[in-house]
């Protein structure tokens, strides 16, 4: 992997003793990866603040721009967890996330929402398929780990705002259902393309996926099924939002 | 005074019976100027936050446009307050807030920052004028209303963060501070001028500064000191940046 940010410890002195720490975080190569994985989720929280913020002017009314500024500030909210966490763990949590900042901003100027309705199906969309995928890496981690970015993709009650506004807008011009579809598509071909640039270059995380002695990890069949599960979400939020996938 | 979003109660049900609001409230023209003061401070929050999280894209790194990110989502906080006791009066919020949309946004577009400094400085200047008008007018109102007004004022400790950065970035080059403390009195000006918009166009707010009959108001002679006081704490805020006023 590239430089580590765990060699520039926090400056607000928040690291616990090693002794704090699940017994698994003795094994640098996981504390790396863990960091590496925290540094991920924390930017693309970061960027989703600023993406939702920027949607929000798009707003048809300020009860719409309110409500993209609340799922903002929830955004937020889990972004300053995970900062808290990585500081817990050592690491200067600004050095973690700048290993993703590229590939996120690539993924965000590709994806720049035409108007009101591709950014909320960006939204929802984008956002269910990172919160699906770190789950399933989440599920290879300590609990305390697990439990922090569980809590962190959590739904704040978003989707359901996203799901009745966009459904709303096809029943009242069906035309625009073509187009939102295509977008969905492109959303998830462009998502794919960053994922795969970062497995490229951040060896500690896939070396997560693909587990250690004491660990379980991922083999090439894992790794595919893993994909179609995330397919499949894809596609179900596509139908949810009265989309074809 | 224009229409009356009173005439539109919040779909939430929120509303307290009349009973329980303080006495002031069965005043119809003071309920109509405390929805009023209300919306207006509801909605430069909202747009404090809009202005925040654009700025932080300015950011020189991570770290700063994380503490801007912070800002704003304290500033989306305060708002949801004062939307929640706009539904508690009988009002619909985003009703109350409209009336202060086109003053609020023309006060931005005409002070967009040209780079992070001048948004550091606006952030300061602004919100303090802001938060020493609305004060001001807090003065005159019942205490519940009063309380609320001054907690959704508080600095969520933005201030010494811009401070810090603003004497660093002047005492790394000087030059700079001549294009800052231009750039603060022209705020200073385009502020005085959309307030004087909103009190021509708003009875009811400029009724209850001055008065009525079992409330005390505002004579001309203590107007004119209430700007002398605005104009030299803005001139004390200058100085603390290191600016000329």
């Known amino acids: 992997m590239t430089e580590s940010p765990l060699q520039t410890p926090d400056e607000g002195g928040a690291a616990r003793s090693p002794s704090d720490l699940p017994v698994a975080f003795s094994d640098p190569s996981y504390l790396a990866a863990v960091v590496d994985l925290l540094g991920a989720i924390a930017y693309g929280e970061l960027s989703a603040f600023e993406r939702l913020s920027e949607d ?3 707003a048809p009314a300020l009860s719409d721009k309110t409500e993209l500024a609340r799922m903002a500030t929830t955004e937020f909210g889990h972004f300053e967890g995970l900062r808290l966490r990585l500081s817990e763990l050592g690491a200067d949590p600004f050095a973690a996330m700048e290993p993703f900042v590229a590939p996120f901003d690539a993924f965000h100027v590709r994806t720049a929402p035409a108007d009101w309705l591709e950014g909320l199906v960006k939204a929802y969309v984008g956002d269910g398929l990172a919160a699906d995928f770190y789950r ?6 300590d609990a305390d780990t697990r439990a922090l970015i ?4 959590s739904d704040a009650g978003q989707s359901r705002f996203v799901v009745d506004r ?5 029943a009242a011009e069906p035309r625009l259902g073509g187009r939102l579809a295509l977008w969905g598509r492109r959303l998830m071909g462009e998502a794919l393309s960053q994922a795969q640039r970062v497995a490229a270059e951040r060896d500690a995380l896939t070396a997560l996926l693909a587990g250690g002695v004491d ?3 991922m ?9 179609s599960r995330l397919t499949e979400n894809h596609s179900r939020r596509m139908e949810t939002l009265g989309l074809a996938a």
Chains 1, 2 share one sequence.
């Open 56 to 58: 929000a002017k798009m």
């Open 219 to 227: 083999d090439l069949a894992a790794i595919s099924r893993l994909f």
């Open 166 to 170: 966009v459904r709303a807008a096809i």
């Open 136 to 141: 399933e890496i989440a599920a290879f981690l």
């Open 150 to 153: 569980v809590e962190s993709l």
């Open 215 to 217: 660990r379980p990890g």
